[in-house]
């Protein structure tokens, strides 16, 4: 029933207040735009990783840097960490100074080996976080809000104007939940698990705890096999955050408990048989069976069996009936004495084998079938097959329910779903709840009617018996002893997974609102709120990524990029205002490329060069440099060499003076043979 949930998921920034606050907050996108922010930044990281090494080769190049002259490889390589750009480059170049000082100059490896290795050290450090900054969606998890216009919960209209639509949709919507609830807990619950169906909710499954001798909580001589044998199933308390992705703080949680007890009950001194004579009835001259566990309605028994369907070829019937306590005017059935509660709701089963045999003795009370057949021709064998040892086996559970107060400890005395309700029981009222609080209590309050053992087996009949798995033609495969456990514990398990589809359909609301049904919104600020909160887990469709994490990668990263951009400024600043270590600034300007080029253009004699300790060095408008014709290809140089001279005059008016005013003589100047 509910809406799509892709079209329901929240999209912008969240607190996912199971983290807390500060590690919780949380920004989600669609798939597309996360795509596009973990594209980012990955190249933002990496641009990072550029950044550092520049400071790096900052730090290093001035560490290095001497006053006195020194070894060419040694200047080569301060000329490389300042204009290297990259990690990657300057590592590469580095590995030529190597390769080609390996014969001229001594230990080039061991000398460059430091730098490489750090170069290095930066490129595998930042590829790596460049991977890993798409940990920040992993650092949020998988989970989403949901947030639809649609939150609110169905409830009947015009029940007494139209009571035969009211029951049909009623039927249709009951039938649909329990089966979804049911597939739901057949796949999820268990010890192997679906996981392609089983990632929705905040929790794969709600746990609890079995208790095989539990003590029978109807009166002596019921329960099958004595006051200390039911069984019992305990969820303990259920985080409203944790287990049913409520959304909120600590302080705002409640605790929610169910507690199921179940026993198959003796029958024995709760029947009795007649043949029915009347010429009129359908089933005249059969041999009827009712089963006196308290009156329905107008009838003074509970459940009527005719023994002819032990032979019309039926399967399993399974009937199931419910008396809410304190609410008997809405009961149908009014339990005996021994099987009242005031604390607690009654649910109760009534098995009919009907026609089906069993390949081997049961001693399960709910299923016993120890009278053997006579022997069938079965595939050529003669085989024998087991008979029921009853008609009709019963069964009853008392479901009760609590709610806790995690912050102060306090919680209600089990009850009944409808006394626990109750607005005139006020039983929350004593847990000294804030308005957050009894607000969530009263939410899953809403959906305990539908928890009831009763409500979970109800629509789905026999369909509800595990049983039937293994049933083929009405011929059922040996059951344990203990099949009984095994199906209460699935009803069980469906009420779980019913508590988890009701709270999640809740904020999600109903993709259609049958006629007979009223879409009830919520109205207070708590209620909205609730609608706005509720958290599932999605693996497709969004992305969710950790602001802190987020926060973490931008900050940093644009601490290093900031840095690269002002550091040889604001070292140069300071310097200047202590005196000390100017010439460090003065070598990073001077081994920078664009001064480099300046020095060998102007000690050719070309151009009239100005900034000459700036980052960019000028030349006068007019100035043309490059290299001079027919340079030698195998070694150029910016000057020309006329055997033993070097050729300075290029041939223009410009050259001739600059020549001039460097005190150069005009033409050659000789270099010793």
């Known amino acids: 029933m509910s809406q799509t949930l892709n079209s329901v998921i929240y999209t912008g920034p969240w607190i996912n207040w199971s983290h807390g606050r500060i590690l919780g907050s949380t920004i989600t996108l669609s798939e597309r735009n996360g795509g596009l922010l973990t594209a980012f930044l990955a190249t933002f990281v990496a641009t990072a990783g550029v950044a550092c090494w520049t400071i790096l080769s900052y730090i290093l190049h001035q560490v290095r840097a001497k006053q006195e002259k020194s070894s060419t490889i040694h200047q080569q390589q301060q000329a490389t960490l300042r204009n290297s750009g990259t990690p990657g480059a300057a590592a590469w170049q580095l590995l030529q100074l190597v390769w080609y000082w390996r014969k001229h100059a001594a230990r080039p490896l061991a000398r460059t080996l430091p730098l490489l290795l750090l170069a290095l050290l930066n490129i595998i450090f930042f590829a790596v976080a460049s991977i890993f900054s798409s940990e920040v969606t992993r650092a949020a998890g998988n989970e989403v809000l949901l947030r639809s216009p649609r939150c609110g919960t169905l409830l009947l209209k015009d029940i007494d104007s139209r009571p035969q639509q009211s029951f049909s949709d009623y039927t249709e919507v009951d039938v649909n939940e329990t089966s979804n609830a049911a597939a739901y807990s057949q796949a999820c619950y268990g010890d192997t698990h679906d996981p392609l169906r089983c990632g929705q909710y905040a929790q794969r499954s709600l746990p609890w705890n079995s208790d095989q001798n539990a003590s029978c909580p109807f009166a002596s001589g019921l329960c099958f096999f004595g006051p200390t044998a039911a069984y019992r199933m305990d969820t303990g308390p259920l985080d409203s955050h944790d287990a049913l992705g409520i959304n909120a703080p600590m302080s705002d949680r409640i605790h929610y408990r169910k507690v199921t007890t179940c026993s198959p009950i003796h029958a024995k001194n709760n029947y009795e048989a007649y043949n029915d004579t009347d010429p009129e009835h359908v089933a005249y001259g059969d041999t009827i069976v009712n089963y006196l566990f308290g009156a329905v309605g107008t009838t003074n028994h509970t459940f009527q069996y005719n023994l002819h369907s032990l032979v019309d070829k039926n399967g399993y019937e399974l009937t199931s009936l419910i008396a809410l306590a304190g609410a008997d005017h809405h009961n149908g059935w009014e339990p005996i004495p021994g099987l009242n509660r005031t604390d607690g709701d009654i649910s109760i089963f009534f098995l009919a084998p009907n026609s089906v045999t069993y390949q081997e003795p049961v001693t399960d009370p709910f299923y016993a079938a120890t009278t053997a057949t006579a022997p069938l021709p079965v595939g050529g064998r003669n085989m024998t097959f087991y008979s029921p040892d009853y008609a009709v086996n019963v069964m009853a559970c008392l479901d009760q329910h609590q709610f806790c107060n995690p912050s102060t400890d306090q919680c209600t005395p089990l009850m009944g779903a409808y006394v626990l309700g109750s607005t005139s029981n006020r039983q929350l009222d004593q847990l000294n709840l804030n308005v957050a609080q009894y607000t969530t209590a009263q939410h899953i309050n809403l959906h305990l009617p539908y928890l009831a053992t009763y409500s979970n087996v109800h629509a789905r009949g026999a369909n509800a018996l595990r049983a039937s798995d293994t049933l083929n033609d009405n011929f059922q495969v040996g059951l344990p002893n203990t099949q009984w456990m095994t199906e209460v514990s699935s009803w069980f398990g469906v009420s779980m997974a019913r508590l988890q589809q009701k709270v999640v359909q809740y904020a999600t609301g109903p993709s259609t609102v049958p006629d007979s049904y009223n879409l009830v919104k919520p109205q207070t600020r708590e209620e909205k ?116 001279a070097i050729v300075t005059d290029l041939g223009t008016p410009q050259t001739e003076g600059l020549i001039e005013q460097k005190g150069m003589r005009q033409g050659t100047q000789y270099m010793p043979s």
Request: hydrophobic letters at 40%; aromatic letters at 6%; proline letters at 3%.
């Open 529 to 644: 709120k609730i609608c706005n909160n509720q958290i599932i887990r999605r693996t497709s469709g969004t992305t969710s990524f950790s602001v802190l994490g987020v926060a973490i990668i931008l900050i940093i990263g644009t601490i290093l990029i900031v840095m690269s951009l002002i550091l040889d400024t604001l070292m140069q600043f300071i310097r200047a205002k202590t005196g000390s270590n100017q010439y460090k600034s003065l070598q990073w300007i001077v081994d920078g490329k664009l001064q480099l080029q300046r020095l060998a253009y102007e000690e050719a004699g070309q151009g009239h060069w100005s900034e000459g300790s700036s980052a960019v060095p000028l030349t006068e408008k007019d100035d043309k440099i490059g290299l001079p014709r027919n340079v030698d290809m195998t070694h150029p140089r910016l000057s020309q060499v006329v055997g033993h």
